[in-house]
T-cell receptor, first 108, second 115 residues
Framework: GQQVMQIPQYQHVQEGEDFTTYCNSS?????IQWYKQRPGGHPVFLIQ?????EVKKQKRLTFQFGEAKKNSSLHITATQTTDVGTYFC????????FGQGTELSVKP | EAQVTQNPRYLITVTGKKLTVTCSQN?????MSWYRQDPGLGLRQIYY???????DKGDVPEGYKVSRKEKRNFPLILESPSPNQTSLYFC??????????????FGPGTRLTVT
């Protein structure tokens, strides 16, 4: 069946450093969504990408959807301690497949 | 306040004792879904519902049942819980309107332990 792989599983950065997480699907995706989950919290929707090659920005966060619609990335510029959490990608409409997530820790 | 509520938030039970986790949303969303979250495995979809009386299997439906008799409620039923169903469960909902995209709203989670 369809699989969505996300790397890395963990990332430890110094505050101010950049961070990137990558998402790769075994099949073409109709769309990709990104979520953030703070420790002890529930996932919170960040964004959705639909078009091939789409790039969207939210302040220090940049989201990209690959040309083949099989991969995506989330890049955070100049991380802050408030960025701590696990970032998930997910593909699909009704049936959703999530990546395993990337846990980001930020050292002040 | 727009929200998804789940009850109970914490539950410890024994193998084989039927249980129901309730999920309710007040946003008039058509789509609702259940997920389980386990360390290293991320979120895995159990069942989803595109509207009232319409339910479909997600990635890991075995051992679970759902029903969607009303738009706002989507209970998760474990007829005979087993220890491998110990997990953190999330309910989520979203609108099917295109203008809302696929923004899912998640409930606070239910931590279930089956001994």
């Amino acid at each position: 069946g369809q699989q969505v792989m996300q790397i890395p599983q963990y990332q430890h950065v110094q505050e101010g450093e950049d961070f990137t997480t990558y998402c790769n699907s075994s099949t073409t995706l109709s769309n990709i969504q990104w979520y953030k989950q703070r420790p002890g919290g529930h996932p919170v929707f960040l964004i959705q990408l639909v078009k091939s090659g789409e790039v969207k920005k939210q302040k220090r966060l940049t989201f990209q959807f690959g040309e083949a619609k099989k991969n995506s990335s989330l890049h955070i510029t100049a991380t802050q301690t408030t960025d701590v959490g696990t970032y998930f990608c997910a593909g699909g409409r009704g049936k959703l497949i999530f990546g395993q997530g990337t846990e980001l820790s930020v050292k002040p | 306040e727009a929200q998804v509520t789940q009850n109970p938030r914490y539950l410890i039970t024994v193998t084989g004792k039927k249980l129901t986790v309730t999920c309710s949303q007040n946003m008039n969303h058509e789509y609702m879904s259940w997920y389980r979250q386990d360390p290293g495995l991320g979120l895995r979809q159990i069942y989803y519902s595109m509207n009232v009386e319409v339910t479909d299997k997600g990635d890991v439906p075995e051992g679970y049942k759902v029903s969607r008799k009303e738009k706002r409620n989507f209970p998760l039923i474990l007829e005979s819980p087993s220890p491998n169903q110990t997990s953190l469960y999330f309910c989520a909902s979203r609108s099917r309107l295109m203008t809302s995209a696929y923004e899912q709203y998640f409930g606070p989670g239910t931590r279930l332990t089956v001994t």
